[in-house]
Protein backbone atom coordinates (compact mmCIF):
# COMPACT_ATOMS: atom_id res chain seq x y z
CA UNK A 1 0.00 0.00 0.00
CA UNK A 2 1.36 3.40 -1.09
CA UNK A 3 -0.38 5.54 2.06
CA UNK A 4 0.66 3.77 5.15
CA UNK A 5 -0.75 6.33 7.29
CA UNK A 6 -3.93 5.96 5.72
CA UNK A 7 -4.09 1.89 6.17
CA UNK A 8 -3.16 2.24 9.63
CA UNK A 9 -5.59 5.16 10.35
CA UNK A 10 -8.56 3.04 8.05
CA UNK A 11 -7.28 -0.05 10.26
CA UNK A 12 -7.71 2.27 13.95
CA UNK A 13 -11.43 3.26 12.75
CA UNK A 14 -12.46 -0.74 11.10
CA UNK A 15 -11.43 -2.34 14.46
CA UNK A 16 -12.70 0.41 16.85
CA UNK A 17 -15.83 0.01 15.09
CA UNK A 18 -15.45 -4.06 15.12
CA UNK A 19 -14.99 -3.75 18.82
CA UNK A 20 -17.91 -1.36 19.33
CA UNK A 21 -19.91 -3.93 17.21
CA UNK A 22 -19.08 -7.16 19.00
CA UNK A 23 -20.02 -5.42 22.26
CA UNK A 24 -23.33 -4.50 20.93
CA UNK A 25 -24.04 -7.86 19.88
CA UNK A 26 -22.63 -9.15 23.03
CA UNK A 27 -25.08 -7.02 25.45
CA UNK A 28 -27.96 -7.73 22.50
CA UNK A 29 -27.38 -11.33 21.46
CA UNK A 30 -27.94 -9.89 17.93
CA UNK A 31 -26.54 -10.85 14.55
CA UNK A 32 -27.64 -8.96 11.46
CA UNK A 33 -28.15 -11.11 8.59
CA UNK A 34 -25.09 -9.63 6.90
CA UNK A 35 -22.95 -10.56 10.06
CA UNK A 36 -20.76 -12.20 8.14
CA UNK A 37 -20.04 -9.40 5.79
CA UNK A 38 -19.40 -6.91 8.77
CA UNK A 39 -17.10 -9.58 10.37
CA UNK A 40 -15.35 -9.68 6.58
CA UNK A 41 -14.68 -5.96 6.47
CA UNK A 42 -13.30 -6.02 10.53
CA UNK A 43 -11.06 -8.70 9.39
CA UNK A 44 -9.89 -6.40 6.51
CA UNK A 45 -9.15 -3.74 8.71
CA UNK A 46 -7.76 -6.13 11.10
CA UNK A 47 -5.15 -6.96 7.96
CA UNK A 48 -4.69 -3.39 7.26
CA UNK A 49 -3.32 -2.91 10.41
CA UNK A 50 -0.55 -5.65 9.75
CA UNK A 51 -0.22 -3.69 6.81
CA UNK A 52 0.32 -0.82 8.57
CA UNK A 53 3.19 -2.12 10.79
CA UNK A 54 5.85 -2.42 8.18
CA UNK A 55 6.01 0.78 6.97
CA UNK A 56 6.10 2.28 10.43
CA UNK A 57 9.38 0.10 11.07
CA UNK A 58 7.96 -2.68 12.99
CA UNK A 59 10.01 -5.41 11.01
CA UNK A 60 13.02 -3.37 10.53
CA UNK A 61 15.72 -5.39 8.64
CA UNK A 62 14.65 -8.38 10.61
CA UNK A 63 13.77 -11.49 8.12
CA UNK A 64 11.77 -12.92 11.22
CA UNK A 65 9.69 -9.80 11.48
CA UNK A 66 9.23 -9.55 8.20
CA UNK A 67 8.22 -13.50 8.03
CA UNK A 68 5.83 -12.72 11.28
CA UNK A 69 3.99 -10.00 9.41
CA UNK A 70 3.54 -12.10 6.15
CA UNK A 71 1.72 -14.86 8.59
CA UNK A 72 0.21 -12.11 10.40
CA UNK A 73 -1.41 -10.95 7.32
CA UNK A 74 -2.18 -14.37 5.98
CA UNK A 75 -4.02 -15.14 9.13
CA UNK A 76 -6.21 -11.94 8.91
CA UNK A 77 -6.50 -13.06 4.95
CA UNK A 78 -8.00 -16.52 5.51
CA UNK A 79 -10.47 -15.27 8.71
CA UNK A 80 -11.61 -12.23 5.71
CA UNK A 81 -12.17 -15.70 3.44
CA UNK A 82 -13.30 -17.62 6.06
CA UNK A 83 -16.71 -15.26 6.62
CA UNK A 84 -17.32 -15.22 3.07
CA UNK A 85 -17.02 -18.77 2.52
CA UNK A 86 -18.96 -19.98 5.74
CA UNK A 87 -22.51 -19.34 4.80
CA UNK A 88 -22.27 -21.54 2.02
CA UNK A 89 -19.60 -24.14 3.14
CA UNK A 90 -19.82 -24.30 7.10
CA UNK A 91 -17.45 -27.13 6.84
CA UNK A 92 -14.61 -25.18 4.53
CA UNK A 93 -15.36 -21.90 6.66
CA UNK A 94 -14.61 -23.79 10.15
CA UNK A 95 -11.47 -25.01 8.40
CA UNK A 96 -10.17 -21.78 7.86
CA UNK A 97 -11.36 -20.50 10.89
CA UNK A 98 -9.12 -22.60 12.59
CA UNK A 99 -6.19 -21.70 10.60
CA UNK A 100 -6.44 -18.19 10.47
CA UNK A 101 -6.13 -17.05 14.21
CA UNK A 102 -3.31 -19.38 14.23
CA UNK A 103 -1.12 -18.11 11.16
CA UNK A 104 -2.12 -14.56 13.01
CA UNK A 105 -1.48 -15.26 16.45
CA UNK A 106 2.22 -17.09 15.70
CA UNK A 107 2.98 -14.25 12.90
CA UNK A 108 1.88 -11.79 15.60
CA UNK A 109 4.48 -13.05 18.36
CA UNK A 110 7.41 -13.51 16.28
CA UNK A 111 6.84 -10.06 14.91
CA UNK A 112 5.81 -8.87 18.13
CA UNK A 113 9.18 -9.74 20.36
CA UNK A 114 10.95 -7.99 17.36
CA UNK A 115 9.02 -4.85 17.95
CA UNK A 116 9.42 -5.35 21.52
CA UNK A 117 13.29 -5.44 21.73
CA UNK A 118 13.75 -2.75 18.70
CA UNK A 119 11.31 0.16 19.01
CA UNK A 120 11.99 2.76 21.06
CA UNK A 121 8.96 5.13 22.99
CA UNK A 122 6.38 4.07 24.85
CA UNK A 123 5.87 0.48 26.57
CA UNK A 124 2.30 0.26 24.86
CA UNK A 125 3.74 0.70 21.22
CA UNK A 126 6.42 -2.11 21.68
CA UNK A 127 4.33 -4.36 23.26
CA UNK A 128 0.73 -4.07 21.18
CA UNK A 129 1.58 -6.87 18.64
CA UNK A 130 3.30 -8.93 20.97
CA UNK A 131 0.43 -8.92 23.52
CA UNK A 132 -2.18 -9.57 20.91
CA UNK A 133 -0.35 -12.50 19.03
CA UNK A 134 -0.48 -13.78 22.82
CA UNK A 135 -4.27 -13.14 23.67
CA UNK A 136 -5.08 -15.12 20.25
CA UNK A 137 -3.55 -18.35 22.26
CA UNK A 138 -3.91 -17.50 26.03
CA UNK A 139 -7.83 -15.86 26.06
CA UNK A 140 -9.41 -15.77 22.63
CA UNK A 141 -8.56 -19.45 21.41
CA UNK A 142 -9.67 -21.18 24.94
CA UNK A 143 -12.78 -18.83 25.17
CA UNK A 144 -13.74 -19.74 22.09
CA UNK A 145 -13.31 -23.56 22.51
CA UNK A 146 -14.75 -23.46 25.97
CA UNK A 147 -18.28 -21.34 25.46
CA UNK A 148 -18.68 -23.23 21.73
CA UNK A 149 -17.80 -19.86 19.84
CA UNK A 150 -20.20 -17.17 18.79
CA UNK A 151 -22.89 -16.36 19.30
CA UNK A 152 -22.05 -17.16 23.11
CA UNK A 153 -21.42 -13.60 24.76
CA UNK A 154 -18.12 -14.82 26.51
CA UNK A 155 -16.91 -16.17 23.09
CA UNK A 156 -18.30 -12.45 21.63
CA UNK A 157 -16.84 -10.64 24.32
CA UNK A 158 -13.51 -12.07 23.82
CA UNK A 159 -13.42 -11.27 20.35
CA UNK A 160 -14.17 -7.80 21.36
CA UNK A 161 -11.47 -8.05 23.60
CA UNK A 162 -9.19 -8.97 20.24
CA UNK A 163 -10.43 -5.59 18.32
CA UNK A 164 -9.64 -3.81 21.01
CA UNK A 165 -6.38 -4.95 20.78
CA UNK A 166 -6.32 -4.92 17.51
CA UNK A 167 -6.74 -1.21 17.57
CA UNK A 168 -4.11 -0.65 19.75
CA UNK A 169 -1.67 -2.31 17.28
CA UNK A 170 -3.01 0.66 14.40
CA UNK A 171 -2.62 3.42 16.72
CA UNK A 172 1.10 2.54 17.60
CA UNK A 173 1.51 2.02 13.60
CA UNK A 174 -0.30 5.28 13.20
CA UNK A 175 1.74 7.02 15.63
CA UNK A 176 4.66 6.00 14.58
CA UNK A 177 4.30 7.08 10.94
CA UNK A 178 4.61 10.84 10.73
CA UNK A 179 3.01 13.04 8.26
CA UNK A 180 4.29 13.51 4.78
CA UNK A 181 6.34 16.48 4.29
CA UNK A 182 5.69 19.34 1.51
CA UNK A 183 7.75 16.60 -1.19
CA UNK A 184 5.80 14.07 -0.37
CA UNK A 185 8.11 12.18 1.75
CA UNK A 186 7.27 9.93 4.54
CA UNK A 187 9.35 9.98 8.04
CA UNK A 188 9.27 7.00 9.90
CA UNK A 189 10.19 6.80 13.68
CA UNK A 190 13.45 5.33 13.84
CA UNK A 191 14.15 1.89 15.65
CA UNK A 192 15.13 1.74 19.26
CA UNK A 193 18.81 0.21 20.24
Given at each position: MTRP????????LITAAGAL????????????SLGWLVQATIHLGELL???ALAPAGAGGT???ARIGLGAAGLGQATLAIAEVVYPHSPAV??????????L???????AG?????????PAWQRVAPLVLGIYIFVVMT??????????APAAVWAIAGWDVLWALVAASALSRLAPADAGGHRVVAELGP
Open positions: RAAALAALYAAVSAVARWEPAVVSRAGDALFGVGPLTGIGLIVVVVARRWGGPVLIGSGGPP
